[in-house]
């Protein structure tokens, strides 16, 4: 995992501050941090991201797929499904701490 500066996502608005990569050809820079260009996916909210060049966050757009290999599509539909179940924890305890 790779320290970040902290980012916010589009979506859910929550700090975004670490990364792990996924995909060994992922545009990088320096000690791992993403580049422009680079996926990643909110952990919070499920929100696939890319990475832009003012190294701010945007939600992804169908044009940004379309270029994709079929190995990167399954790699962020699997990280998208890898923390579903996570939030599913974290929203089912946050409903039971406001009780």
Same mark, same amino acid.
């Given at each position: 995992m ?7 996502? &589009?979506?859910?608005?929550? $700090?975004?501050?670490? *990364?792990?990569?996924? /995909?060994?050809?992922?545009?990088q ?7 422009p260009?680079?996926f990643?996916?909110c952990m ?7 990475v832009? &060049?003012?190294?701010t966050? $945007?939600p992804?757009? *169908?044009?940004?797929l /379309?270029?994709?290999?079929?190995v ?9 499904m890898?923390?579903d ?15």
């Amino acid at each position: 995992m790779t320290s970040l500066e902290t980012l916010t996502c &589009p979506r859910c608005a929550k $700090r975004i501050d670490a *990364a792990t990569n996924i /995909e060994a050809t992922a545009p990088q820079i320096g000690e791992g941090q993403p580049a422009p260009g680079a996926f990643c996916v909110c952990m919070y909210c499920g929100a696939v991201l890319c990475v832009t &060049p003012e190294y701010t966050l $945007r939600p992804v757009e *169908a044009a940004d797929l /379309e270029d994709l290999s079929d190995v990167t599509r399954r790699q962020l539909l699997t990280a998208v499904m890898t923390f579903d179940p996570w939030r599913a924890k974290i929203e089912a305890s946050r409903a039971t701490s406001t009780r």
